[in-house]
């Protein structure tokens, strides 16, 4: 059966250190895996698109790697401040029909 | 300004009761997507639009009824049928289906 999964367990990291947050899939050939980041009470808001062809994105103090062979994508968030604080999905598009099928979700406590 | 609205914030329903939440966009998307997140949970796929007078189900359909008639609305009905409605409802938008979704605000639906 097709599985995303990310960790999830509670990420606690110190103010200025570099989260990593790993999104892991079985059973799927996705063309493009996105990140959003959701906070309490609210909607997932659009991070990054990462395509197939594509190992690194980057924005600003984002980046975003995609492994097809491993079927895992890593999200780092370097030089981490509290307002980072906040859960984050990974998603990517199901096998037979054009939605997203979202990730559970990590969540990042930054420590100041 | 351009975005996503759904209304009520919150929502009360009785037992045996349909209720109708709104979702409207003004991004001139064709695509649009409703989403069920339970508390410390993942979001997860109820219907979906690619374009207006077409949607199909998603994972847990059973229960919700959806219509497009309009480019700019997608409104969802929870039905007497779905027995554990208790959740936080999320609404979204994207230009063409798979592609980056925006998202509305939420609609959080309790039984009184």
């Known amino acids: 059966s097709q599985k995303i999964e990310q960790n999830s367990e509670a990420l606690n990291i110190q103010e200025g250190k570099t989260a990593t947050l790993t999104c892991n899939y079985t059973n799927y050939s996705p063309a493009y895996l996105q990140w959003y980041r959701q906070d309490p009470g609210r909607g997932p808001v659009f991070l990054l698109l990462i395509r197939e062809n594509e190992k690194e994105k980057r924005k600003e103090r984002l980046k975003v790697t995609f492994d097809t062979t491993l079927k895992q994508s890593l999200f780092h968030i370097t030089a981490s401040q509290p307002a980072d604080s906040a859960t984050y999905l990974c998603?990517?598009?199901?096998?037979?029909?054009?939605?997203?099928?979202f990730g559970s979700g990590t969540r990042l406590q930054v420590q100041p | 300004d351009g975005g996503i609205t759904q209304s009520p914030k919150y929502l009360f329903r009785k037992e045996g009761q349909n209720v109708t939440l709104s979702c409207e966009q003004n991004l001139n998307h064709d695509a649009m997507y409703w989403y069920r997140q339970d508390p410390g949970q993942g979001l997860r796929l109820i219907y979906y639009?690619?374009?207006?007078?077409?949607?199909q189900k998603g994972d847990i359909a059973e229960g919700y009824s959806v219509s497009r008639e309009k480019k700019e609305s997608f409104p969802l009905t929870v039905t007497s049928a779905q027995k554990n409605p208790t959740a936080f409802y999320l609404c979204?938008?994207?230009?063409?289906?798979?592609?980056?979704?925006?998202f509305g605000p939420g609609t959080r639906l309790l039984v009184l």
């Open positions: 639009s690619q374009i207006v007078n077409d949607f």
């Open positions: 998603a990517l598009e199901g096998t037979g029909r054009r939605a997203l099928t």
């Open positions: 979204a938008s994207s230009k063409g289906a798979g592609e980056t979704q925006y």
